[in-house]
């Protein structure tokens, strides 16, 4: 029953991708629909195309970079168009510019699925783009006092 509840409701990004390396970018997207019985594959190539990857479908991880590599992730996490994407460091492999390339379109993404992101970080250049802060210190939970954050 909670495999069922994350397949639905909960979209992922991995910090390290979690990609099957045998798999093409759109077989690694259309993974979680296939789990789900549904074999869409053309919405996962439209899926592939709005994170600028429609040139890249049938590339496997290791002939794509670390930045389409996430992009692919991202795409996955929201082919099934959840309510809920958690991101566990989605940008600690990149360089600082991949890192804000991925989580702009993460954020556009969100916002097209009208998905909540829910991401896990330490890096302070991608904490501003979002709009509510929280910090865990010594297993306590602090919201941030402040302006609302835009991207």
Known sequence: ARAEVRQQYVGFVFQSFQLLPHLTALENVLLPLSLA???????AKACLQRVGLGQRLHHTPKQLSGGEQQRVAIARGLINKPPVILADEPTAP?????????IRLLHEMA???QTAIIVVTHDDKIIPTFQRLYHIREGITYEEKGEGRSF
């Open 94 to 102: 990149l360089d600082s510019v991949r890192a804000m390339t991925v």
């Open 111 to 113: 916002e097209k699925f």
């Open 37 to 43: 019985g549904k074999e869409q594959s053309e919405l």
